[in-house]
């Protein structure tokens, strides 16, 4: 790629740390990874404490790391990303899940959804999807893998949610918000112009009171507020 200076710009590699307690299954993601161009794998960890020691010591750019690991075997993957909101904020994370669990996708979102994604582990078989999450949560953005989407859409609250108040078209748009999408990629997923997305969006925050909100956090909690549609009991499953 050439620069405006007539000289080759050098390509962007992307460090990456590896948390995952099964040796077996970390070594099969660290082997993908590997093998992808513009990453550098420069730590991997079997447990939440080493994980943070290698994120202090090597500050990568991107972490991908397990829901469950030692010692506790709960939700030591989502603690660590909270962690590290404070800890290391320009450092991505990519949390892996063996299971579509909206309540965890819920609480990796509460300090924010920039800079983190939620995928079910079998994304690590289709390695241009995974480096997409990657590159997506290294520059600040999002990502929620969509079978765990298309599970909140298919939820129902026994009460009435605000959410019920969104046309089908809002809905599409606000799930789509909910994957990590800025207007442009809703746009040209569901055929519509850009300016058709910012007025279905300003519909959404009308609809669920966010118009006062600063513009990042009306994004955000209106994408809390979808998640938060028929979530189950955190640690149920992972």
Known sequence: MLT?????????????????????VREGIVRVLASQPGLDIVATAGDYEELLEAVARERPDVVITDIRMPPTGTDEGIRAALHLRVASPSTGVVVLSQYAEPSYALALLAAGSEGRAYLLKERVSEPS??????????????????????????????????????????????????????????????????????????AIFSKLDLSEEREVHRRVKAVLTFLAEGRPQLGSTQ
């Open 129 to 202: 999807y995974i480096v997409h999450a990657i590159e997506e949560v290294a520059r600040g953005g999002s990502v929620i893998d969509p079978r765990v989407v298309d599970l909140l859409v298919a939820a129902r609250s026994a009460r009435p949610s605000p959410v019920e108040r969104l046309t089908p078209r809002e809905r599409e748009v606000l799930a789509a918000m909910a994957e990590g999408r800025n207007n442009a990629a809703i746009a040209t997923a569901l055929v519509l112009s850009e300016r058709a997305v910012e007025k279905h969006i300003n």
């Open 4 to 24: 405006r200076t007539g000289r080759y710009a050098r390509p962007v590699v992307l460090r990456v740390a590896v948390a995952e307690d099964s040796l077996l």
